[in-house]
């Protein structure tokens, strides 16, 4: 049971920082720009490979109908079933998913190509929210595609 709850709250405080570094790009922060020590080892850029995890495991459930895209449901049904420390985990984890679904790339397309019009910024922020709705619905066309793929 200790291995358990180690393992717990190391999955919790590398979610934790993959949603503080999701945050930082969301609002067009400047990783790189030295601010608070501390604030820079939460944020750190490394923690983009929680992010994938987190993406490749929520992506997957929500492909498969097991939670909702809908966080607060999600955490309501996750605390109905496995409790409180574990549906905190899910809502960190769907948070996670839904800024790199529906903005995150955006934001990082916006800022890496410099795009100063409105209309181009509107349109790359229309086709990610588009792309995450097809990626947060059960059974979508790309979840089933990859489960044909890995039957055969």
């Not at 790009?25 to 400047?30: L, R, T």
């Not at 490979?49 to 498969?64: E, H, N, P, S």
Request: charged letters at 15%.
């Amino acid at each position: 049971m200790i291995i358990g709850g180690v393992l717990y709250t190391i999955i919790l405080a590398c979610s934790l920082c993959a949603l503080v570094y999701s945050a930082r790009v969301a609002i067009n922060d400047d990783l790189n720009k030295k601010r608070n020590i501390y604030l820079d080892i939460v944020s750190h850029e490394k923690w983009s490979i929680a992010v994938i995890f987190i993406l490749i495991i929520t992506v997957g459930d929500l492909g498969r109908g097991e939670i909702s895209p809908i966080p607060w449901e999600a955490f309501y049904e996750v605390q109905y079933y496995s409790g409180l420390a574990i549906a905190i985990l899910y809502l960190i984890l769907i948070l996670v998913t839904h800024l790199w679904l529906f903005w995150n790339p955006s934001q990082m397309i916006i800022q890496s190509e410099n795009i100063q019009s409105t209309g181009a910024r509107w349109s790359i922020r229309l086709m990610n929210i588009m792309t995450g709705l097809l990626l947060s619905s059960e059974n979508n066309a790309v979840y089933r595609s990859i489960e044909n793929i890995a039957m055969r």
